[in-house]
């Protein structure tokens, strides 16, 4: 099971670090996705690393203004988010990679219970 922290109130321009811990011993082993999801909107991709911090990914909207890291001995995989927008405002998910292709939620599991992010304008 996951957990999502860091959420918050932030005015256009900040930034926020958002976390995401696992327990157990086999967090290193998993490639990690962040989500987010707006209100009465779909659960999107926002950022994707793997196992050995080698391989990273992100959604267009949020190229060069975010970047996702991980520290597999402190099991966390972390997401700092810079530049934020109004836009940005969603409930951030970071969930485990299990099968397929990233840009889809379904292929993704062990979801937290999210984190709220609110960009004011």
């Known amino acids: 099971q996951l957990v999502e922290s860091g959420g918050g109130l932030v005015q256009a321009g900040g930034s926020l670090r958002l976390s995401c811990t696992a327990s157990g011993r086999t967090f290193s082993m998993y490639n990690i996705g962040w989500f987010r999801q707006a209100p009465g909107k779909e659960r999107a991709l926002v950022a994707v690393?793997?196992?050995?911090?080698?391989?990273?990914y992100y959604a267009d909207s949020v190229k060069g203004r975010f970047t996702i890291s991980r520290d597999n001995a402190k099991n966390t995989v972390y997401l700092q988010m810079d530049s934020l927008k109004p836009e940005d405002t969603a409930v951030y998910y970071c969930?485990?990679?299990?099968?397929?292709?990233?840009?889809?939620?379904?292929?993704?599991?062990?979801w937290g219970q999210g984190t709220q992010v609110t960009v004011s304008s």
């Open positions: 690393i793997n196992w050995s911090a080698e391989s990273t």
């Open positions: 969930g485990r990679h299990y099968t397929g292709t990233y840009s889809y939620p379904e292929n993704f599991g062990s």
